[in-house]
């Protein structure tokens, strides 16, 4: 099995609801988004996927995010903008267009809110 990961980056403001202490108040992240892709079989240049193809996708999904009040989204209204959130977020948005892809699967995506602390979704 092979895994590629790729990052990329957003900023975005948002607030936790039901939060006791400062992250209830407004406040703003430079996230760190990054995705692992699993492959079983790479294609006749040796190779899963070109890396251009996967960014250009998490690209798209991270517009919808990127200098944005998270808490406005649709998707936030229903839950809380955690990092855990965002991570599914992110992730449900990314299936779709990845399943057009032969041979890869969507492991895992991670969310960093800072360079400490960070999040991840993935479905067993």
Known sequence: MYELI??????SAHNLQGYKGKCENLHGHNWKVEV??????LNAIGMAVDFKI???YLKSVLDLLDHKYLNE???????NPSAENIAEFIYLRLQKPLKS???ITLKKVITWEG?????????K
């Open 101 to 103: 892809i032969k041979n």
């Open 73 to 79: 989204i649709p998707y936030f209204r229903k839950k």
């Open 115 to 123: 360079q400490n602390s960070g999040a991840s979704f993935y479905k």
């Open 36 to 41: 692992v892709i699993g492959c079983r079989k």
């Open 54 to 56: 996967l960014k250009k």
């Open 6 to 11: 790729i990052h990329d980056y957003f900023s």
